[in-house]
């Protein structure tokens, strides 16, 4: 929800709070990839996200997790476009 409202940052807090009880959340993971990916251009957290797509089986939340992923700044086109081709495979 924070990160719907803009706030990337609460978002992240928020996942990481969560990963504290359920380290291998999936949804979770993914999610605090992506906000830290919009909130610094880590290429590093955008190929995490990358990497977390396939076990996402929400298909609208991984798009939604790779749309605001790949608005970070100063990522490498190339970097995004492999992370946008996830997006409804």
């Given at each position: 929800?924070?990160?719907?409202?803009?706030?990337?940052?609460?978002?992240?807090t928020l996942?990481?709070?969560?990963l504290?009880?359920?380290?291998?959340?999936?949804?979770?993971?993914?999610?605090r990839?992506?906000c830290?990916?919009r909130?610094?251009?880590?290429?590093?957290?955008?190929?995490?996200r990358?990497?977390?797509a396939?076990?996402l089986?929400n298909?609208s939340?991984r798009?939604?997790?790779?749309?605001?992923?790949?608005?970070?700044?100063?990522?490498?086109?190339?970097?995004?476009?492999?992370?946008?081709?996830?997006?409804?495979?």
């Amino acid at each position: 929800m924070r990160a719907a409202q803009g706030d990337f940052a609460a978002a992240v807090t928020l996942a990481e709070r969560g990963l504290e009880h359920e380290p291998h959340e999936v949804s979770l993971r993914a999610a605090r990839a992506a906000c830290r990916t919009r909130l610094s251009g880590s290429s590093d957290d955008l190929q995490t996200r990358i990497g977390l797509a396939p076990q996402l089986t929400n298909a609208s939340y991984r798009d939604v997790l790779i749309g605001y992923a790949c608005e970070g700044p100063g990522l490498p086109p190339g970097l995004v476009a492999r992370a946008r081709r996830l997006n409804n495979p």
